[in-house]
């Protein structure tokens, strides 16, 4: 078992940043996909960005935050970040933090997850 636990949300306007964080319980530094995801009201739960913790690999980027938001890892912290940059009203929502065992993939879709967090809102006003 993977507890989750995220922390950074807020209030910000447009144009602003803020730095989300997740503490898992365990060590996840090797052969999980790790991963945010956010949910707007009536909406679906959306990957924003996954990463692979073993070894260096490329994020994946949701394409509606690709060069605003990024991705990190402290192994040594068993802390996964995401870091929002330039932040939109439409990035309003949920923020869910996600674990998932692996042996070399990581995945964009939540079913695909077994641990999560409690979720932090996150408000970007125009």
């Known amino acids: 078992q993977v507890q989750l636990v995220e922390s950074g949300g807020g209030s910000v306007q447009a144009g602003g940043s803020l730095r989300l964080s997740c503490a898992a319980s365990r060590y996840t530094s090797s052969n999980y996909c790790m991963g945010w995801f956010r949910q707007a009201p009536g909406k679906e739960r959306e990957a924003v960005a996954t990463?692979?913790?073993?070894?260096?690999?490329?994020?994946y980027y949701a394409r509606s935050v690709k060069g605003r938001f990024t991705i990190s890892l402290d192994n040594a912290k068993n802390t996964l970040y995401l870091q929002m940059n330039s932040l939109k009203p439409e990035d309003t929502a949920s923020y869910y933090c996600?674990?998932?065992?692996?042996?070399?993939?990581?995945?964009?879709?939540?079913?695909?997850?077994?641990?999560w967090g409690q979720g932090t809102q996150v408000a970007v006003s125009s």
């Open positions: 990463i692979y913790t073993n070894a260096y690999s490329s994020p």
């Open positions: 996600a674990a998932a065992h692996s042996t070399g993939y990581c995945w964009t879709t939540a079913s695909e997850f077994q641990y």
